[in-house]
DNA sequence: ACTGAGGATCAGAAAACCTGAGGCTTTGCC
DNA sequence: GGCAAAGCCTCAGGTTTTCTGATCCTCAGT
């Protein structure tokens, strides 16, 4: 009698979730902060998909994981399966509650830009119910429950540096991840505010904004952001504008009648 | 300081697959079956997912469950997802092992008619690795991990009582599951064996063919199943062919090397 | 050699899951 | 009308799965 080998199990859906990130993402790690889970759980889930296929998916090394062969083939169709699961989620979410709807963007994209046309919003679509959630980085996938994406991208903005007004002398402000900015902005008008000190560097951007409005220092504004501020005469612009090559986005993730009207509002408010 | 997301929870998996089972199959029962759990844990799962919607998918009265206009209309994309789903853990099984097939047929076919092709097979496809699962159903679905499925569907067969040899005056035998051929067989071929007694009835049909090969009776054979003991000499032919509206197909569930040929092998035995 | 990133492993703890019994409502059938 | 059969619901309890947190290991870059 030949081989009668194990029986036609199914294969656990969250292991496959697990494989399925690790593979896209490339790393335990990072489908562990995806999924919202520690790493070990990752691996445990990997082991034991490999376990039951009998082969080993991911090629383990000290720097990271990569796919096999066999890996390799399988992913892209892992991949559009928990595409159409999480589009599925999404039109029972927006079956159940159409009007409930969750934006995901920047920190200081909630603070500086949406935080102040709240109300404008919730006024143009009564009955909304809004969730606000600051990522640092967009989501990877359309897996993530946001409905509308609010981030920047390519196009057409504007950097210059910002003070209160009678108070531009004060160090240069910047933050952690866009202390980038400066460096962008002397690259186009020369080297100006060089002999400034440099003052504290804060983890939000937003905060950066509030020193700046306290008269504490000089920092550069990206004027989507502080265009409010700046009619508002909070904030004067100290220094030339230079072109900045990216500008903020407003995109439904999924097609939604709410979801799509949204984005459509914020987009036009950008513009 | 990385942004702790408040996470947009996502929908258990576990949960998504309860719902679409039950929506699938219009019943808790029904999708417990599928899923292999009892209905109150199907029954659980919808709940909680329910909850996390904040709106009911199902209206439930004495007799079943049918879908709400919300659930109608989520039906198809989960149904769609749970599908892709399915396909992806197909490559995946196949990719790891690709001459492991496993076949899903009904018990008397399994016994009758695969069993002593078996030997062949293998010689056909060396190193296959077959694992033979008998359903009293074909699997309503493509999720089910079987590679190859071996059932009577629409198509040209012939129903006569058989019996051994020189033992052609005992009982009808007849299983739980075909009683049914007996009487269309009469409907064709007349009132014959009307006045027999009507011996066991057996829970398998290769049971009964078992009583007719040890001489305990007659049964009612479906040739494509008891050819082979019929050119054996094993069993004889005691009454004349009908027609009979049901034959045996062999298909390959998901488009695959091994599973492709292997079905196309059945397939070519079977005419 | 030191350091840091990324995995593996393991035990304990937490959460999810399933079962099994009992109850309720409706339908179909004497 | 009374009765049985289907289905679904609830609840308590136990079991399995799953997650975490600590620790160790390996490798690459400095």
């Given at each position: 009698?030949?081989?009668?080998?194990?029986?036609?199990?199914?294969?656990?859906?969250?292991?496959?979730?697990?494989?399925?990130?690790?593979?896209?993402?490339?790393?335990?790690?990072?489908?562990?902060?995806?999924?919202?889970?520690?790493?070990?759980?990752?691996?445990?889930?990997?082991?034991?998909?490999?376990?039951?296929?009998?082969?080993?998916?991911?090629?383990?090394?000290?720097?990271?994981?990569?796919?096999?062969?066999?890996?390799?083939?399988?992913?892209?169709?892992?991949?559009?399966?928990?595409?159409?699961?999480?589009?599925?989620?999404?039109?029972?979410?927006?079956?159940?509650?159409?009007?409930?709807?969750?934006?995901?963007?920047?920190?200081a994209i909630?603070q500086l830009w949406v935080q102040p046309r709240?109300?404008?919003?919730?006024?143009?679509?009564?009955?909304?119910?809004?969730?606000?959630?600051?990522?640092?980085?967009?989501?990877?996938?359309?897996?993530?429950?946001?409905?509308?994406?609010?981030?920047?991208?390519?196009?057409q903005d504007w950097l210059m540096p910002v003070?209160?007004?009678?108070?531009?002398?004060?160090?240069?402000?910047?933050?952690?991840?866009?202390?980038?900015?400066?460096?962008?902005?002397?690259?186009?008008?020369?080297?100006?505010?060089?002999?400034?000190?440099?003052?504290?560097?804060?983890?939000?951007y937003a905060?950066?904004i509030?020193?700046a409005l306290?008269?504490?220092?000089?920092a550069m504004g990206r004027l989507s952001l502080v265009a409010g501020l700046l009619s508002q005469g909070r904030l004067v612009e100290?220094?030339?504008r230079?072109?900045f090559?990216?500008m903020m986005?407003?995109?439904?993730?999924?097609?939604?009648?709410?979801?799509?009207?949204?984005?459509?509002?914020?987009?036009?408010e950008l513009s």
């Amino acid at each position: 009698m030949p081989v009668a080998p194990p029986p036609p199990s199914d294969l656990p859906l969250n292991g496959l979730r697990a494989v399925e990130a690790a593979a896209r993402l490339g790393g335990f790690a990072a489908a562990a902060a995806d999924l919202g889970v520690t790493p070990g759980a990752v691996a445990a889930h990997v082991k034991g998909i490999e376990a039951l296929l009998g082969a080993p998916l991911f090629i383990r090394d000290a720097r990271g994981v990569r796919l096999t062969e066999v890996g390799a083939r399988c992913l892209p169709s892992l991949t559009a399966a928990f595409d159409a699961l999480g589009a599925a989620g999404h039109v029972l979410r927006s079956e159940a509650a159409p009007m409930r709807l969750s934006l995901a963007c920047l920190p200081a994209i909630a603070q500086l830009w949406v935080q102040p046309r709240q109300d404008a919003l919730l006024a143009a679509f009564p009955g909304l119910s809004l969730s606000i959630t600051a990522l640092e980085q967009p989501p990877a996938t359309k897996r993530h429950g946001f409905d509308v994406t609010l981030f920047f991208g390519p196009g057409q903005d504007w950097l210059m540096p910002v003070a209160a007004p009678g108070r531009v002398e004060g160090p240069c402000l910047a933050d952690a991840v866009w202390s980038g900015d400066w460096t962008t902005w002397r690259a186009g008008a020369g080297p100006a505010f060089q002999d400034r000190p440099t003052g504290p560097v804060h983890s939000l951007y937003a905060l950066a904004i509030e020193d700046a409005l306290a008269g504490r220092g000089v920092a550069m504004g990206r004027l989507s952001l502080v265009a409010g501020l700046l009619s508002q005469g909070r904030l004067v612009e100290v220094g030339p504008r230079v072109a900045f090559d990216q500008m903020m986005i407003a995109r439904a993730v999924h097609p939604g009648r709410t979801a799509r009207a949204v984005a459509g509002w914020l987009q036009r408010e950008l513009s």
